[in-house]
């Protein structure tokens, strides 16, 4: 919308040269011919002309060059921390979830904070996206960033069922537990590989 309201720079030489060859048109269509002007009407005549022509020139110089100036450039999006905290909590909050599921006691607790989580289980990858698409506008959904949150969000909505039903012994635990580690895993992937530079976001990649 912003460049086509702007008239291309063609366009504005060709406006230019059409309204010099219709001024001058006019101005030598409504002169006096010498033959019935004294020498002193001649000569004003000519330097009314050549006045003109300056004018128009000076006009069409300053109309290409404002034509061919670049339009400014939009500012470039710097990547920032607070637009994808959001995955960087999900991550640190897998620590506790693994710290529940190593306890007989607090299986029950962890499983329910995973049902809670596996109510709305598109909601990760949308946030990781939605970051994406402010790096490279388009194609969202096919870049590995995206991909590496889903398949961390996957991971952790599954231990639901690996630790639910009376199944979880301790083999159930140590897969659960395998899982999530992996998805902090893949977590760590997204935020090294998101363009943040950040003190925590180094320190999670450095620890998962």
Same mark, same amino acid.
């Given at each position: 919308f912003y460049y086509n309201s702007i008239i291309k720079p063609t366009e504005t030489m060709k406006l230019a040269a059409a309204v010099i060859a219709s001024t001058l048109a006019v101005s030598q269509a409504f002169s006096v011919g010498p033959s019935v002007q004294t020498a002193q009407s001649s000569s004003t005549q000519l330097q009314a002309v050549v006045d003109r022509r300056a004018m128009l020139a000076t006009i069409t110089t300053a109309t290409v060059a404002a034509a061919a100036t670049p339009l400014p450039a939009f500012a470039e999006y710097q990547p920032k921390f607070d637009d994808l905290k959001q995955i960087y909590y999900l991550g640190m909050s897998l620590d506790r979830l693994i710290g529940k599921f190593e306890n007989a006691d607090t299986i029950e607790s962890g499983l329910e904070g995973v049902r809670m989580?596996?109510? =709305?289980?598109?909601? $990760?990858?949308? $946030?990781?996206?939605?970051?994406?698409?402010?790096?490279?506008?388009?194609?969202?959904?096919? =870049?590995?960033?995206?991909? $590496?949150?889903?398949?961390?969000?996957?991971?952790?909505?599954?231990?639901?069922?690996?630790?639910?039903?009376g199944m979880a012994d301790a083999t159930a635990q140590a897969d659960a537990i395998a899982r999530i580690k992996k998805a902090q895993g893949l977590i760590g992937k997204f935020l090294e590989e998101s363009g943040v530079q950040d003190e925590k976001i180094a320190a999670y990649v450095a620890s998962h």
């Amino acid at each position: 919308f912003y460049y086509n309201s702007i008239i291309k720079p063609t366009e504005t030489m060709k406006l230019a040269a059409a309204v010099i060859a219709s001024t001058l048109a006019v101005s030598q269509a409504f002169s006096v011919g010498p033959s019935v002007q004294t020498a002193q009407s001649s000569s004003t005549q000519l330097q009314a002309v050549v006045d003109r022509r300056a004018m128009l020139a000076t006009i069409t110089t300053a109309t290409v060059a404002a034509a061919a100036t670049p339009l400014p450039a939009f500012a470039e999006y710097q990547p920032k921390f607070d637009d994808l905290k959001q995955i960087y909590y999900l991550g640190m909050s897998l620590d506790r979830l693994i710290g529940k599921f190593e306890n007989a006691d607090t299986i029950e607790s962890g499983l329910e904070g995973v049902r809670m989580f596996n109510k =709305d289980p598109n909601f $990760y990858p949308g $946030y990781a996206k939605n970051y994406v698409l402010k790096l490279i506008k388009k194609g969202g959904d096919k =870049d590995a960033r995206v991909g $590496y949150v889903r398949q961390a969000c996957t991971l952790v909505g599954s231990t639901e069922t690996i630790m639910s039903g009376g199944m979880a012994d301790a083999t159930a635990q140590a897969d659960a537990i395998a899982r999530i580690k992996k998805a902090q895993g893949l977590i760590g992937k997204f935020l090294e590989e998101s363009g943040v530079q950040d003190e925590k976001i180094a320190a999670y990649v450095a620890s998962h």
